[in-house]
């Protein structure tokens, strides 16, 4: 079965310093996707970045980026720059086949970041 | 990106009454939907799977009968607590997935639910 974990339950952040936010992973597939989720507040989940498995570059988006070292089974997600609106919870994933053939996705518990002027 | 509502946003009900709460994808068909249930400070538990058509499939331990979910369009699936107690009073997310998007998901705006 596919597992997330983030260690992290919150931190902290002074605006403009980049932040990691800390995911390891847990799966038996050889192919498998991993995913970021911002949820502010109002409880919308924002996606961020995907990496898979297969990718040979990690995934940059923006300010995002997402540091994939597969053997040590983490998907860190880089904030450069942080601003106050990065605020909010994250939430790392992971894709997982279903009966269907469709993929649910597996959340970490999120961690809370609160970026700091 | 492709927009995914629900309806309705916030929900105050008296226990034991039942509660409908749409998902809507509004400019493409979700061949499949999820329902996520998140409990303050918590992370979002997967509910159900369903595919248009067919009847969804759960995850362990969430009841079929309390929660009826519906996909009877691609662009429509609801959910229903039955018979909804203080406990049930929780946020609930959709998110809907198309072939054609590479299954990515799309997650609507959630439905915070209250039973007095």
């Known amino acids: 079965a596919q597992k997330i974990t983030q260690t992290q339950p919150g931190m902290f952040v002074q605006e403009k310093e980049a932040v990691t936010l800390d995911c390891t992973y847990d799966?038996?597939?050889?192919?498998?996707?991993l995913f970021w989720y911002k949820q502010p507040s109002s409880g919308e989940m924002i996606f961020l970045i995907y990496?898979?498995?297969?990718?040979?570059q990690n995934a940059t988006e923006g300010r995002y980026s997402l540091n994939f070292q597969k053997a040590r089974k983490s998907a860190n997600l880089v904030i450069s720059a942080s601003q106050l609106g990065d605020s909010a919870m994250y939430f790392c994933?992971?894709?997982?086949?279903?009966?269907?053939?469709?993929?649910?996705?597996?959340f970490g518990k999120g961690t809370k970041l609160t970026v700091n002027p | 990106g492709a927009v995914v509502s629900q309806h309705p946003s916030r929900v105050i009900c008296k226990s034991g009454t039942s509660v409908k709460i749409e998902c809507r994808s509004l400019?493409?068909?979700?061949?499949?939907m999820f329902w996520y249930r998140q409990f303050p400070k918590q992370s979002l538990m997967l509910m159900a799977t369903?595919?248009?058509?067919?009847?969804?499939?759960?995850e362990q331990g969430v009841e079929k009968d309390k929660f009826l979910i519906n996909h009877a369009s691609l662009t429509l699936s609801t959910l229903t607590v039955t018979s909804a107690h203080p406990e049930d009073s929780s946020f609930y997310i959709c998110?809907?997935?198309?072939?054609?998007?590479?299954?990515?998901?799309?997650f609507g705006p959630g439905t915070r639910l209250t039973v007095l």
């Open positions: 998110s809907a997935s198309a072939d054609s998007f590479y299954n990515e998901q799309f």
């Open positions: 799966t038996s597939d050889p192919s498998y996707g």
């Open positions: 990496q898979g498995s297969y990718d040979q």
């Open positions: 994933a992971m894709g997982a086949p279903t009966q269907g053939g469709s993929e649910k996705l597996v």
């Open positions: 400019d493409f068909q979700a061949t499949t």
């Open positions: 369903s595919n248009e058509g067919s009847k969804a499939t759960y």
